[in-house]
Nanobody, 119 residues
Framework: QVRVVESGGGLVQPGGSLRLSCVVS????????MGWYRQAPGKERELVATMNKYGTKTYADSVKGRFTISRDGAENAKNTAYLDMNRLRSEDTAVYYC??????????WGQGTQVTVSS
């Protein structure tokens, strides 16, 4: 059974930093794309950043220059993803979800980790 587990969320002051981690276990697949999404109260879930197995990255305009996505693991099984978040703003407050997609377009989601930016 595939499990997607996020960690690293918490409370941080504006301007601070956090690192989110995502580990996918129980899979025989190497995920083509891994990404981070977030959902703030009363809003729809939105893309934050993605990275494919070739290293190509995409970012939401609102986080460009502040957030960095990376992946780790064996060459053909990079099933760990990170999101380094710097210069955090109150509007970054949300539940952050990790997403993993296989070459055959199977989607897996984690349960989410809360990030709260507040003084």
């Amino acid at each position: 059974q595939v499990r997607v587990v996020e960690s690293g969320g918490g409370l941080v002051q504006p301007g601070g930093s956090l690192r989110l981690s995502c580990v996918v276990s129980g899979s025989i697949y190497s995920f083509f794309v891994m990404g981070w999404y977030r959902q703030a109260p009363g809003k729809e879930r939105e893309l934050v950043a993605t990275m494919n197995k070739y290293g190509t990255k995409t970012y939401a305009d609102s986080v460009k220059g502040r957030f960095t996505i990376s992946r780790d693991g064996a060459e053909n099984a990079k099933n760990t993803a990170y999101l380094d978040m710097n210069r955090l703003r109150s509007e970054d407050t949300a539940v952050y979800y990790c997403n993993a997609v296989t070459l055959s377009d199977l989607n897996y989601w984690g349960q989410g980790t809360q990030v709260t930016v507040s003084s």
